[in-house]
């Protein structure tokens, strides 16, 4: 596959340390267009780490980052953005005050889409309201919200910057088992329209049955890459997960 599609994401060799703690050691990934890709791992692992040095939150160490065919390691956090790569965070981080509307808009500014008319922005909101099944919530503060409806929130503010690759930090996290079909369901309704996914997620059943790929990290290093089904049957992966002594019993 990898011949034929150019990757949309490359991570080549991405490293991080933390004084001490290596988050990130030769860390590569490849994320190609249209599909939705995973990274599972234990408590520590450099998920978020991850993450961080993609979006420019935080600077790697060692490695090169490529998006969208450019080198975006070292760009500030914003021209990231308006390269088209968008985030969640792991931790709901909303303004209380603000309604749905009001954060969906301030993320369009944000990705400062030069020359959009009124009437297209106005478009591209109701679509987005509509997509995340929060028309009836818009003019409600997010702190009226439920939980679930706060999650989708987080999500239509990364989607509101007209992203390529959505980037989900435990998107279904704290989620009942029906908000977590609310959330697969819409992130294919994302892939359809050819969006790009990334998430992080320790719900391995959603990722299992959702993800077209899943990347293991364990430690900083990636431990296995491929499809789930294959992912799901590679005995180290299972080490990592349910930890040495149980699977060398
Ligand atoms: N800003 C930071 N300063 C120092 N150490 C950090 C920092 N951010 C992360 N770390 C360390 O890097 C390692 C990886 O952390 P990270 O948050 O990326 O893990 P994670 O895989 O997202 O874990 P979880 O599943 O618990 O969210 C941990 O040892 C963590 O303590
Ligand atoms: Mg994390």
């Not at 509307?101 to 679509?127: C, D, I, K, V």
């Not at 009942?176 to 992080?200: P, Q, Y």
């Not at 590679?234 to 060398?248: D, F, I, K, N, Q």
């Amino acid at each position: 596959m990898g011949a034929v599609a150019e990757a949309l994401l490359r991570l080549s060799g991405v490293g991080k340390r933390f004084g001490g703690v290596i988050a990130l050691e030769g860390v590569d990934l490849e994320v190609n267009p249209g599909e939705i890709a995973s990274v599972i791992g234990p408590n520590g692992a450099g998920k978020t780490t991850l993450f961080n040095v993609m979006t420019g939150a935080i600077t790697a160490t060692a490695g090169a980052i490529e998006f969208a065919g450019r080198p975006i390691g070292g760009l500030r956090p914003y021209r990231i953005v308006r390269l088209g790569l968008a985030r969640t965070f792991q931790n709901i981080r909303l303004f209380h005050s603000l309604t749905v509307r009001e954060h969906f808009r301030l993320a369009q500014h944000a990705a400062a889409r030069r020359g959009e008319s009124r009437e297209a922005g106005a478009t591209r909101m109701n679509e987005l309201l509509d997509v995340l099944d929060l028309r009836a919530a818009a003019d409600r503060p997010a702190t009226d919200l439920s939980y679930g409806q706060q999650r989708r929130v987080e999500i239509g503010r990364a989607l509101a910057t007209a992203p390529k690759l959505l980037l989900l930090d435990e998107p279904v996290a704290g989620m009942s088992r029906e908000e977590t079909g609310a959330i697969a369901a819409l992130l294919r309704r994302l892939r359809e329209r050819g969006l790009t996914i990334l998430l992080i997620e320790h719900d391995m059943s959603f990722v299992m049955d959702l993800c077209d790929s899943v990347t293991v990290l364990d430690f900083g290093n990636v431990i296995a890459c491929g499809e789930p089904a294959q992912i799901q049957r590679e005995p180290h992966v299972l080490e990592a997960y349910l930890g040495r002594e149980a699977t060398s019993a």
